[in-house]
């Protein structure tokens, strides 16, 4: 079978150019926060307490979409390609009334959020201005999930490297002309770092938009536009049902991670600015891990659909591999430069030298964190989403008292928190590993 032969290069197909596009959002998200961090680190706290609860919200949308990725993936293995364009139809027509809820949500509700949230009054307002001119993002994202979707069932994902391209070169740009106000336009600062993000994201869902239209035959999932406009609901529940356990799972996740933050800001103003600092960097790897996570899905997908377990195992067993590979590299490198990538987001010679033992901590985390999303997405291409519900579940309960007990109990303060956060990825890592040896077709 060609596909057996033939599955390490499907799958670097695949997640080479969502890496590439992930990637290229990442590092204008970095240079976002340098610009942001080297101008006040309270605009660092601002931009990681407003961005947990946010990005929580719209990764709910997105995690969403991936029971209609799974079904699809299987529809394919099994070679039922039009039933795959049925659940691609009725997701794409569907998927958009959450994020136009989520909209009107985050413009008009955010100060009770970020209240709850523990944040200050130094840093409320800032929180506040930035949510709200980033919340139109939410009045597209319906229509972006579900497409990307169709790119990543359809093995073709390389339209996502220019759209990365588009969204984040001109988001540094606009960040550029917009912080600090060059050429002419006001100096906006964090309002001006929202705003750029949000016309930005807009040009690149115009630039998907005119490939889908101009390219469709190259994407062997995308359904018509008369397919669409006749979809029924039903294919839209059945992947809903599937999706709902990873959605759950992810905003459990970011529960947690909220719960962290509300933490560190009772330590002080400048810890959920050092923390959001430190796992900036980590997402940057993350993003080639997630990548990998999502050709894993898919491939996963299509082995199972197919019945062919040893396939489905070896595909797991070298995104394994190939993970750690990156998070080995990540270990290395800011082992060697902590310090020099610190001084990226802060002037601050107190804060980089008490932050160094954190950035070590949170690339040693890649290697949990690496298991459970691999694994994690082997699990779920085999259709079992309630399982890693479950374990987040575990997860979110235990990182969340573990910290508390560090912080408040044992007065370990920031380090409690990063040590509560490298046991929860680890066990759970271990807890996933045993349930994916025990799939059998």
């Given at each position: 079978?060609?596909?057996?032969?033939?599955?390490?290069?499907?799958?670097?197909?695949?997640?080479i150019p969502i890496m590439l596009s992930n990637l290229i959002s990442q590092i204008q998200m970095f240079i976002?926060?340098?610009?942001?961090?080297?101008?006040?680190?309270?605009?660092?706290?601002?931009?990681?307490?407003?961005?947990?609860?946010?990005?929580?919200?719209?990764?709910?949308?997105?995690?969403?979409?991936?029971?209609?990725?799974?079904?699809?993936?299987?529809?394919?293995?099994?070679?039922?390609?039009?039933?795959?364009?049925?659940?691609?139809?009725?997701?794409?027509?569907?998927?958009?009334?959450?994020?136009?809820?989520?909209?009107?949500?985050?413009?008009?509700?955010?100060?009770?959020?970020?209240?709850?949230?523990?944040?200050?009054?130094?840093?409320?307002?800032?929180?506040?201005?930035?949510?709200?001119?980033?919340?139109?993002?939410?009045?597209?994202?319906?229509?972006?999930?579900?497409?990307?979707?169709?790119?990543?069932?359809?093995?073709?994902?390389?339209?996502?490297?220019?759209?990365?391209?588009?969204?984040?070169?001109?988001?540094?740009?606009?960040?550029?002309?917009?912080?600090?106000?060059?050429?002419?336009?006001?100096?906006?600062?964090?309002?001006?770092?929202?705003?750029?993000?949000?016309?930005?994201?807009?040009?690149?869902?115009?630039?998907?938009?005119?490939?889908?239209?101009?390219?469709?035959?190259?994407?062997?999932?995308?359904?018509?536009?008369?397919?669409?406009?006749?979809?029924?609901?039903?294919?839209?529940?059945?992947?809903?049902?599937?999706?709902?356990?990873?959605?759950?799972?992810?905003?459990?996740?970011?529960?947690?991670?909220?719960?962290?933050?509300?933490?560190?800001?009772?330590?002080?103003?400048?810890?959920?600015?050092?923390?959001?600092?430190?796992?900036?960097?980590?997402?940057?790897?993350?993003?080639?891990?997630?990548?990998?996570?999502?050709?894993?899905?898919?491939?996963?997908?299509?082995?199972?659909?197919?019945?062919?377990?040893?396939?489905?195992?070896?595909?797991?067993?070298?995104?394994?591999?190939?993970?750690?590979?990156?998070?080995?590299?990540?270990?290395?490198?800011?082992?060697?430069?902590?310090?020099?990538?610190?001084?990226?987001?802060?002037?601050?010679?107190?804060?980089?030298?008490?932050?160094?033992?954190?950035?070590?901590?949170?690339?040693?985390?890649?290697?949990?964190?690496?298991?459970?999303?691999?694994?994690?997405?082997?699990?779920?291409?085999?259709?079992?989403?309630?399982?890693?519900?479950?374990?987040?579940?575990?997860?979110?309960l235990a990182v969340v008292s573990l910290s508390a007990l560090c912080v408040f109990v044992f007065k370990l303060?920031?380090?409690?928190?990063?040590?509560?956060?490298?046991?929860?990825?680890?066990?759970?890592?271990?807890?996933?590993?045993?349930?994916?040896?025990?799939?059998?077709?």
């Amino acid at each position: 079978m060609f596909f057996k032969a033939d599955y390490k290069n499907r799958l670097v197909k695949i997640f080479i150019p969502i890496m590439l596009s992930n990637l290229i959002s990442q590092i204008q998200m970095f240079i976002d926060r340098i610009f942001l961090g080297r101008l006040d680190i309270l605009y660092m706290s601002a931009v990681g307490n407003a961005t947990a609860p946010v990005w929580t919200t719209m990764s709910f949308v997105f995690s969403m979409s991936m029971g209609a990725s799974i079904l699809i993936s299987h529809s394919v293995g099994e070679k039922e390609n039009e039933r795959a364009k049925d659940y691609a139809a009725s997701l794409i027509k569907f998927h958009n009334v959450i994020p136009i809820l989520l909209f009107f949500f985050w413009t008009f509700c955010s100060p009770l959020v970020f209240s709850l949230m523990g944040v200050s009054q130094n840093v409320m307002g800032l929180c506040v201005t930035y949510t709200r001119l980033y919340a139109p993002v939410f009045l597209i994202i319906g229509l972006g999930a579900s497409y990307s979707v169709v790119f990543q069932t359809s093995n073709n994902t390389k339209p996502l490297v220019v759209y990365g391209l588009i969204r984040s070169l001109l988001n540094i740009f606009l960040d550029y002309v917009l912080i600090f106000g060059h050429f002419g336009f006001p100096r906006m600062e964090i309002a001006g770092a929202a705003l750029g993000t949000t016309i930005a994201e807009y040009a690149g869902a115009i630039y998907l938009v005119c490939v889908i239209i101009a390219q469709k035959e190259k994407f062997f999932t995308s359904p018509s536009l008369k397919k669409i406009l006749q979809a029924k609901m039903l294919p839209y529940f059945k992947s809903i049902k599937l999706g709902i356990p990873t959605a759950l799972e992810d905003l459990l996740w970011n529960a947690g991670n909220l719960c962290i933050i509300r933490i560190l800001n009772t330590i002080n103003e400048t810890a959920a600015g050092i923390y959001s600092m430190v796992f900036t960097v980590e997402v940057i790897f993350v993003v080639v891990i997630g990548a990998i996570g999502s050709g894993t899905l898919t491939l996963t997908g299509e082995a199972t659909g197919a019945k062919d377990l040893k396939l489905y195992r070896s595909i797991v067993k070298t995104s394994i591999r190939w993970s750690f590979l990156v998070a080995a590299f990540a270990l290395i490198f800011v082992s060697i430069f902590p310090k020099l990538t610190l001084s990226l987001f802060t002037k601050d010679a107190a804060i980089i030298e008490m932050s160094v033992i954190y950035i070590i901590l949170v690339v040693v985390n890649l290697f949990g964190k690496s298991g459970n999303i691999i694994i994690g997405s082997g699990i779920r291409g085999y259709g079992d989403t309630k399982w890693m519900l479950f374990t987040q579940g575990f997860g979110t309960l235990a990182v969340v008292s573990l910290s508390a007990l560090c912080v408040f109990v044992f007065k370990l303060g920031m380090l409690g928190v990063f040590i509560a956060v490298l046991c929860d990825e680890a066990i759970r890592a271990i807890i996933n590993t045993i349930r994916f040896l025990k799939i059998r077709f």
